[in-house]
């Protein structure tokens, strides 16, 4: 499957149905080759299944670096709290070992946030992309409903 994905397949169904020759004296109704846009079809039904797992890893992904971002958050917190047990012996040098823990475990939980933040954007932009798509589809499938039921309707035959 190339990058045009659903949407790609939704206009090359489109265009078939456009460019079927209509049926003699109806303009509303199209000698449409079934297997060619059932073909489609099928192609389309294929594509969500690859692109649902996308978007499963993609959540994967974002929570494997916010797990990430917290295990080094952790560790940058615990190697902060072992310096200042190894040179606890003096006041002074203990005050400061505590202000650079701080700073560290500040440090941190800001580039947690962060992170955390870019990767809820980039999941967010992902499953709008997502929505988008399946949008389109379903206004794509209701455009073909609405003329399948209005040709019904009109007494033509496909």
Do not use: W
């Amino acid at each position: 499957m190339d990058e045009t994905g659903v949407l790609g397949l939704i206009e090359e169904l489109s265009i078939l149905l456009e460019d079927a020759k209509p049926v003699f004296g109806k303009q509303n109704l199209r000698q449409v080759d079934v297997a060619a846009a059932f073909e489609i079809l099928d192609d389309i039904r294929d594509t969500f299944p690859a692109e649902f797992a996308q978007a499963r890893q993609i959540v994967r992904e974002r929570e494997s670096l916010l797990d990430d971002a917290e295990d080094e958050a952790n560790r940058m917190i615990e190697d902060a709290r072992s310096q200042a047990m190894t040179i606890a012996s003096e006041q002074e040098i203990v005050r400061v070992s505590q202000q650079q823990a701080d700073v560290i475990l500040a440090d941190a939980r800001q580039l947690e946030r962060e992170t955390r933040a870019g990767a809820e954007d980039y999941a967010d932009e992902v499953f709008g992309h997502v929505e988008q798509s399946l949008d389109t589809l379903l206004a794509n499938v209701r455009r073909c409903r609405d003329r399948l039921n209005s040709a019904s309707l009109s007494g033509g035959n496909y």
